[in-house]
């Protein structure tokens, strides 16, 4: 495969991510950008320095929004984003310089351990609100006049605000995650404004904060624009979708499924950190396998044949559960075989029917057929047991945002990370 068609699968590939990145932004906020580095880390094999500003000038794109929003609306405090911007903006460039400095493993493995951190946080202030617990706290530097709907400025609310937008700056240019997961808590500490304000005058600081940073990456000559356009751009379309999504879909649930994927997401770095630590970017995706085309229109047909089936049978599809009706002969209602079957059959039959238009990939099985036998024994037991196999939890469950079709397949996936290895490296 030549350079040329290797940028484009790259540029592909970063589109596709900007996108999902721009999705969740516009499903949980500024926030939700903070993912984006860990996923240029993974798919595109990126070092943190170069990652970052790309990740900032996304968070540039959605904040600037949401901030001219409230702006309009009333509810950003633009004295106080303009005092924690502007020294966020100071601090930052000591971050992008330090990015430069360090080496990529220790940055990654802070990286991670930050995101751990905001996951945690989040999690537990869910579990929190779910049980309606009230954290007790003191009076705020920072007091709302309510008389005229302004902040009293005192010199400990200034204090205040100018260390938070400080230290949210100076991770900003260090990490690229935008700042986000400080200013909003630091607004809550600090300050009794309202939850409308408070995010609308954090996009404010975040917009100072990402487009300052993103001017002074780009002067630096540190951001790679073939990757960096396309996955701003695909941002910006996701965020929009996101946007429309989120008036539709309970926002707890959201933040919760959020929440939980950013803490495997920091899981994956620490472990990629501490036991395969990469100093040089090494692009070593396998292109001559890698078929975005065919494996979108496999996953459009499974999304179909679920949607079908619910649509006229009233049934999600799950393979284990349709095996399993089939083998309980006196549970099983009568009318329920023949649709049973022929999806079975349908998809046995997919790879004969393959191969008379289409050369058939290579297939190749090199374990002993004992293994493989009580590995389809044990697969068999798991998906009594959770009630449920892969495609019915993951593709079905997952899509309708089920708490528990995320714990069983996060079950599933983390089970099959420790057998592989485990079978792999330590036997």
């Not at 310089?97 to 930050?114: D, K, R, Y």
């Not at 200013?183 to 990402?210: E, F, N």
């Not at 697969?379 to 196999?389: A, D, L, Q, Y």
Request: charged share 10%; with cysteine.
């Amino acid at each position: 495969m030549d350079y040329l068609q290797v940028i484009n699968y790259l540029q592909l590939i970063a589109l596709l991510l900007g996108a999902a990145v721009g999705l969740l932004m516009g499903l949980t906020g500024a926030g939700g950008a903070i993912l984006s580095v860990p996923l240029l880390i993974f798919a595109l094999d990126l070092q943190i320095y170069q990652a970052g500003p790309i990740a900032l000038a996304a968070v540039a794109l959605s904040a600037s929004i949401g901030a001219v929003l409230g702006l309009r609306a009333h509810t950003l405090r633009y004295k106080a984003a303009l005092l924690m911007g502007l020294f966020g903006l100071m601090f930052s460039p000591i971050g992008l310089w330090l990015s430069h400095q360090i080496p990529n493993t220790p940055l990654q493995l802070g990286f991670g351990l930050v995101l751990l951190l905001v996951s945690s946080h989040r999690i537990l202030q869910i579990y929190h609100a779910h049980k309606g617990i009230i954290p007790i706290r003191s009076a705020p530097p920072c007091q709302l006049n309510q008389s005229i709907s302004r902040l009293i400025w005192t010199v400990p609310c200034a204090r205040a605000l100018i260390r938070s937008g400080a230290s949210a700056g100076l991770l900003s240019g260090l990490l690229g995650v935008g700042g986000g997961f400080i200013i909003v808590p630091a607004l809550k500490k600090y300050t009794d404004l309202p939850m409308t304000s408070i995010v609308a005058t954090s996009l404010g600081v975040l917009t100072i904060v990402s487009v300052g940073s993103t001017l002074l990456a780009s002067m630096a000559n540190t951001i790679p624009w073939a990757i960096a356009t396309p996955f701003i751009s695909g941002s910006g379309l996701g965020l929009i979708m996101g946007r429309h999504l989120s008036k539709k879909w309970e926002s707890a649930r959201i933040e919760l499924l959020f929440a939980v994927f950013s803490m495997l997401v920091s899981f994956s770095l620490l472990y990629k950190s501490i036991f395969h630590g990469v100093d040089t970017m090494n692009i070593n995706i396998a292109w001559a396998q890698f078929t975005p085309i065919a494996s979108l229109i496999g996953g459009v047909l499974i999304g179909l044949s679920a949607v079908i089936l619910i649509a006229t049978r009233g049934r999600i599809l799950g393979i284990s559960g349709m095996i399993g009706g089939l083998m309980q002969f006196n549970n099983t209602p009568k009318g329920h075989y023949s649709w049973r079957i022929a999806f079975i059959l349908g998809v046995m039959s997919t790879s004969f029917f393959y191969q008379l238009w289409m050369t058939a990939p290579e297939s190749r099985i090199d374990t002993d057929y004992i293994p493989l036998v009580l590995a389809g024994l044990l697969v068999g037991f798991g998906t009594r047991m959770g009630s449920g196999c892969t495609s019915g939890h993951a593709v079905c469950g997952l899509s309708r945002l089920s708490t528990r079709s995320l714990i069983a397949t996060l079950s599933f996936m983390a089970s099959g990370f420790i057998v592989a290895y485990v079978y792999n490296h330590l036997r």
